[in-house]
Nanobody, 126 residues
């Protein structure tokens, strides 16, 4: 599985950005999967932001509920992270990740994921 993030950039506090994660994959015996969004802020550990199971369930970090939304376009194998009401504390490199096999709720711990994108930078100014 290859993952490519896009959509990062600069935003003002209170603004919005939508990140995209395009997945390309070889045929697999697995049909279900999870996709997660993670971020690493300067000087901090990488943390889980949001995740979805291919059958629909989603999961969010408690601190981000209500501001971030994860979604998928199954026909295009593209996964989105809509980020609203951005705060300077959201400044980080954002990564998408993939694991085969569904899980409910989809996990937010990075050790559950096997495939990672290169990341896209998000910078929020006050």
């Amino acid at each position: 599985v290859e993952l490519t993030e896009s959509g990062g950039g600069s935003a003002q506090a209170g603004g919005s950005l939508t990140l995209s994660c395009a997945a390309t994959r070889s045929p697999s015996r697995y049909t279900n999967f999870c996709v997660g969004w993670f971020r690493r802020a300067p000087g901090k550990e990488r943390e889980g932001v949001a995740a979805l199971d291919s059958n629909g369930p989603v999961n969010y970090a408690d601190s981000l509920k209500g501001r971030f939304t994860i979604s998928q376009d199954k026909s295009k194998n593209i996964f989105y992270l809509q980020m609203n009401n951005l705060e300077p504390e959201d400044t980080a490199t954002y990564y998408c990740a993939w694991k085969w096999g569904g899980w409910k709720p989809p996990p937010l711990d990075e050790t559950s994921y096997n495939y990672w994108g290169q990341g896209t930078q998000v910078t929020v100014s006050s």
